[in-house]
T-cell receptor, first 112, second 113 residues
Framework: AQSVTQPDIHITVSEGASLELRCNYSYGATPYLFWYVQSPGQGLQLLLKYFSGDTLVQGIKGFEAEFKRSQSSFNLRKPSVHWSDAAEYFCAYGGATNKLIFGTGTLLAVQP | KAGVTQTPRYLIKTRGQQVTLSCSPISGHRSVSWYQQTPGQGLQFLFEYFSETQRNKGNFPGRFSGRQFSNSRSEMNVSTLELGDSALYLC????????????FGPGTRLTVL
């Protein structure tokens, strides 16, 4: 079955430290990949997307992600985390339709 | 540009009742998709509407239905509510159907008692 895997349910990092959130997908075709962030009680905010082209994509709030076809991965990174980055992060796959398949999410906590 | 708006933001219903949720997409967007978010099942796709036609449907029972109006606004309806329908219902809009970037609204929190 088609799936998106986010292996880390919960991650805690110190403010100012670097961050990497993992995402793997199980599709053969060229994927369309997204990262969204959700603050408590809120909707999803788009951080960045990969459709084609450069495999390193830049997003908002200083986030970037790298698409690696050989590893079926689309990991999200940020060089220096701020306390306001504490939230839940979702990786999503889009195929030929607007039906997004989401991972289970990674909850990020930021220590002062 | 105003974002996706959803009304109401919070709703409490009892089992057996029905409920209608509303979504207004970003101006110019013609595709509206609905998702259900629960702690147990995560984010699941319900359906997508484009040009007043349902284009895609997720794996939900027929109690879940939707429609789209000529101004692209969309409604979803859940009939004969069950306790398990308690969830955050998210609406997302995009310019077109097919693969496109979806922008989400704040959601409607439905509680079924």
């Amino acid at each position: 079955a088609q799936s998106v895997t986010q292996p880390d349910i919960h991650i805690t990092v110190s403010e100012g430290a670097s961050l990497e959130l993992r995402c793997n997908y199980s599709y053969g075709a060229t994927p369309y990949l997204f990262w969204y962030v959700q603050s408590p009680g809120q909707g999803l905010q788009l951080l960045l997307k990969y459709f084609s082209g450069d495999t390193l994509v830049q997003g908002i709030k200083g986030f970037e992600a790298e698409f690696k076809r050989s590893q079926s991965s689309f990991n999200l990174r940020k060089p220096s985390v701020h306390w306001s980055d504490a939230a839940e992060y979702f990786c999503a796959y889009g195929g030929a339709t607007n039906k997004l398949i989401f991972g289970t999410g990674t909850l990020l906590a930021v220590q002062p | 540009k105003a974002g996706v708006t959803q009304t109401p933001r919070y709703l409490i219903k009892t089992r057996g009742q029905q409920v209608t949720l509303s979504c207004s997409p970003i101006s110019g967007h013609r595709s509206v998709s609905w998702y259900q978010q629960t702690p147990g099942q995560g984010l699941q796709f319900l359906f997508e509407y484009f040009s007043e036609t349902q284009r895609n449907k997720g794996n939900f029972p027929g109690r879940f239905s939707g429609r789209q109006f000529s101004n692209s606004r969309s409604e979803m309806n859940v009939s004969t509510l069950e306790l398990g329908d308690s969830a955050l219902y998210l609406c997302a809009s995009s310019l077109t159907t097919g693969t496109d970037t979806q922008y989400f609204g704040p959601g409607t929190r439905l509680t079924v008692l």
